[in-house]
């Protein structure tokens, strides 16, 4: 069993940055790989991010160039710098994760999820 634990949402100015943090326990961290999704009010939940195992990164197109995903497996925690915030940003971001060396679009073919964290962009 891994538990996830986001933290470092809240609310910030268009053109601001935030960090958001999801911290794993339980077992192997190193051995999964590990995603960002989010979800807006009405909306479906959204891949925005995703690091392998062995530390690939890919991204959504609408969020390319300006976030960033990396992750610490001494320290258990996959991280997603976000800058250049939108308004249209704003949503409830979730870290999950999957025992495969392959992340995958799909919500229904991860393990874990975190209890999300609020991201708030005002314009």
Do not use: H
């Not at 051995?31 to 062995?54: C, H, N």
């Not at 409830?92 to 679009?105: E, F, L, N």
């Amino acid at each position: 069993q891994v538990q996830l634990v986001e933290s470092g949402g809240g609310l910030v100015q268009a053109g601001g940055s935030l960090r958001l943090s999801c911290a794993a326990s339980g077992r192997t961290f190193s051995s999964y790989a590990m995603v960002w999704f989010r979800q807006a009010p009405g909306k479906e939940r959204d891949l925005v991010a995703a690091i392998t195992r062995s530390g690939i990164n890919t991204y959504s197109e609408f969020v390319k160039g300006r976030f960033t995903i990396s992750r610490d497996n001494a320290k258990n925690t996959v991280y997603l710098q976000m800058n250049s915030l939108k308004p249209e940003d704003t949503a409830v971001y979730y870290c999950a994760a999957r025992s495969s060396t392959y992340y995958s679009i799909e919500v229904r073919t991860y393990d874990y999820w975190g209890q999300g964290t609020q991201v708030t962009v005002s314009s």
